[in-house]
Every structure is written in structure tokens, then in C-alpha cells.
């Protein structure tokens, strides 16, 4: 947990630095500098354009949370909502909605986010939208498990018994009981999106340049990655650091909300 945090932190901080300074300018075009391998002047060298790299990827690492943050609350909050409707109402309702589901679950994530931003255009909210479709109905599913399980138990009758309305049933009491799985699939989505969301700009389908993102930078060093490996191998690290991290700290929380995946 501990090394997985300090990854995201040491992330995250990079994201917010730049979001007030960055060494040079990620947009200035400066072609007497391009190409430039690593030095004092240039941490990470610089791109076919003269830009810094160091500076781009910073400013990268601004685009992908982002995306990667609004997504997950997206489809955390669609996801969540659905699926405690789904779970605990059951009936014509629930089938309807796992039927919604179920469709949406057949074809991959990123391939139907790649299906959405066809329709929707290479922009920033448009690929937010998409990865938060494509993602939803896992954590609908999710949900609905937990809630199926909290409806049964006591605390649940005894809410009813003492005038509870079923709307107030639900969010004060089986809700919060269902927290631990939401929070545990929270953070391995968030890696998940990272990395659809960098494969997408690498197809040119995600945030348009010349807002730098680390898929995109990874798609502009594939014509140099002979000339000039840093310009690959900055992103590349970047996003390997990320997942690491929510890798590990998902490891983590999974094993302290579920004891039974403790190791004896």
C-alpha cells in the first residue's frame, strides 16, 4: 500500500505542479532545439518540434488524471445508482436494467469507448463520456451483488419497521454497507482508464493535439524511436509508474476490506 501510494502521490504532485509551472513551455516550437537528447538543459530531451519533453510530460500527466478522474466518478456515480436501484426494487425493473447491462458488457471497453468516440469526435469530455459507458455497468454489477446481500439483513427490516422511507432505506442503510467493494473497484478502474484513455490518444481518438497527452506523445515518437528513444520512453514509464501504483494499491485495499484474501 505504501509503495503504491507513494507512486500516485509523486504522480499526483507532478500533475499539480504543472498546473503552475512547468520548466519551459509545452507548446513553444523551437526548431534549432529539436531532437535534442537528454542534458542539464533539457531533463528528457526534446521532440521532433524543439518542445521539452519534461514539460509536455507534466502536462500530460494534468490530461490523463483528468480524464481518468471524471471518468471514474462518472462511472462510479451511474454504475452505483443503477445498480442499487437494479438490486434492491428486483422485479421488472432489475431485469431491465441488468438486460441494458448484459448488452453493454458484450463488447469490450475500450472497444465500444472506441466505438463512442468515432461518433462523438477526438475531445476531452467526449472520451470522458465514452470510458464512463463503457465502464458503468461493471460497477452496476457490483453494486447489485452487494445490495442483493445488504437487502436480507436485519438493519434493513428494522429501518422499514421504524417508518423508513424505501428511498432513505437505501441510501442511509444498505448504501454505506456496500462501500468497501465500490472503493476497491474505484481504484482498479482508475488504472483501467488510464491506460484505455493513453490507447485512445494513441490512436488519435483521445484529447486533439497540441494538448500534449502521454498516448498521444507515444504515438508522435513511433516515427523516431530509433533517432531518438527518450521520446517513447518517457510516457511509456509514466504510464507503467501509474499502474504499478493503482495496481498495488488496489492489492492493498482489497486486502484490508476482505480479510478472507489475506494471506495466513
Known amino acids: 500500500m505504501i509503495i503504491g501510494a507513494v507512486l500516485l502521490i509523486f504522480i499526483g504532485g507532478t500533475a499539480l505542479v504543472a498546473l503552475f509551472w512547468t520548466p519551459y513551455d509545452p507548446a513553444a ?24 519533453v519534461l514539460s509536455r510530460l507534466m502536462t500530460g500527466a494534468v490530461q490523463s488524471m483528468t480524464v481518468a478522474i471524471l471518468t471514474v466518478a462518472f462511472a462510479i456515480i451511474v454504475g452505483t445508482i443503477t445498480g442499487l436501484i437494479a438490486g434492491y ?8 436494467l441488468m438486460v441494458f447491462s448484459d448488452a453493454l458488457l458484450a463488447f469490450p471497453g475500450t472497444l ?8 462523438s469526435g ?13 465502464f458503468a455497468p461493471s460497477v452496476l454489477r457490483v453494486v447489485r451483488a452487494s445490495v442483493l446481500s445488504a437487502r436480507e ?25 456496500c462501500t468497501a467493494p465500490i472503493v476497491v473497484l474505484a481504484t482498479s478502474m482508475f488504472g483501467w482508464v488510464v491506460l484505455a484513455e493513453s490507447g485512445l490518444s494513441f490512436l488519435g ?26 521520446l517513447g520512453l518517457a510516457p511509456g514509464i509514466c504510464i507503467s509508474l501509474t499502474l504499478l501504483g493503482i495496481n498495488l494499491l488496489g492489492d492493498a485495499l482489497r486486502d484490508r ?7 495466513k
Open 29 to 52: 516550437i523551437k526548431l534549432a532545439s529539436r531532437l535534442k537528447p537528454p542534458s542539464a538543459q533539457f531533463w528528457l530531451g526534446t521532440d521532433e518540434f524543439g518542445r521539452d
Open 89 to 96: 426494487t428486483r422485479g421488472v425493473v432489475d431485469r431491465i
Open 112 to 119: 465500444l469507448a472506441l466505438g463512442l468516440m468515432v461518433i
Open 122 to 134: 477526438p475531445n476531452k469530455y467526449g472520451i470522458i463520456l465514452a470510458l464512463g459507458i463503457a
Open 153 to 177: 439483513r436485519e438493519y434493513v427490516e428494522a429501518s422499514r419497521v421504524i417508518g423508513n422511507s424505501e428511498i432513505a432505506t437505501m441510501f442511509h442503510h444498505v448504501l454505506p454497507n
Open 205 to 230: 481518438l483521445g484529447v486533439p493535439p497540441p494538448a500534449p497527452t502521454w498516448g498521444n506523445m507515444l504515438s508522435a515518437a513511433r516515427t523516431y524511436i530509433e533517432r531518438a528513444p527518450w
Open 257 to 263: 476490506f476482505d480479510p478472507r484474501m489475506e494471506q
